[in-house]
């Protein structure tokens, strides 16, 4: 079983609409993330989140709301989606890191968004 | 602000070694971590270098060097399957807040 997943993989919608993607971890990790990936450029930190009531601004939280409603489940919202918008977005986790050991993220397996 | 800045595509030939470098504009860093994402896959673990120096896992290493702000993943021996796109990234230590460099294609010839 899958220790990160995302619902839905695949999702088309239009300009306007609100969309939500759901991230849970069977992992027991306190830290989630949402990331968004665009073709050459990388991962980019839309927001991050260390417990449930400890939420961060990433790098690109614009246009994006979370909710952390669980220490296992971290969803991201689009309160009116826009074409620049359409990329695969990632949930990862992680332990708590202090600056000793490996810093390890876990990645679940994307879920592609198209806004036309 | 934080960059971390990486060749886009490599190109090596199948049982030879590959160097994929990583130097970054940032302050105040945990250290330096490695990501292997396939195709239509979600990035898995390489490796983290938290102090200078050689990393080996396998037939994987990393290198970091705070003082040059560099780093580098050297793949040996390699194999077709190691096609693949590598990230680097940081986490920093003042906010937490984790970087990744765009990515690095290698591609793999026979």
């Known amino acids: 079983d899958a220790d990160v997943t995302q619902t839905p993989r695949n999702r088309i919608t239009k300009t306007g609409k609100r969309i939500m993607l759901e991230c849970s971890q069977t992992?027991?990790?306190?830290?989630m993330y949402w990331y968004r990936q665009d073709p050459g450029l990388g991962l980019r930190l839309i927001y991050y989140?260390?417990?449930?009531?400890?939420?961060n601004k990433g790098e690109i939280s614009d246009g994006y709301s979370v909710s952390r409603q669980a220490q296992a489940k971290f969803s991201l919202s689009l309160e009116s989606a826009i074409p620049n918008q359409t990329a695969l977005y990632f949930c990862?986790?992680?332990?708590?890191?202090?600056?000793?050991?490996?810093?390890?993220?876990?990645f679940g397996p994307g879920t592609r968004l198209t806004v036309l | 602000g934080q960059s971390l800045e990486q060749p886009s595509e490599v190109t090596a030939v199948e049982g030879a070694i590959v160097q994929i470098n990583c130097t970054y504009q940032t302050s105040g860093f945990y250290g330096l971590s490695w990501y292997q994402q396939h195709d239509g896959g979600a990035p898995t673990f390489l490796s983290y270098n938290a102090l200078d120096g050689l990393e080996e896992t396998g037939r994987f290493s990393s290198f970091l060097s705070r003082s040059d702000s560099y780093g580098y993943l050297l793949l040996q021996e390699l194999q077709m399957k190691d096609s693949a796109s590598y990230f680097c990234a940081v986490r920093g230590a003042r906010d937490d807040k984790i970087i990744f460099g765009k990515g690095t294609r290698l591609h793999i010839l026979p």
């Open positions: 992992k027991g990790h306190d830290r």
């Open positions: 990862a986790t992680s332990k708590p890191f202090s600056g000793r050991g490996t810093d390890t993220q876990y």
């Open positions: 989140s260390f417990d449930v009531k400890d939420i």
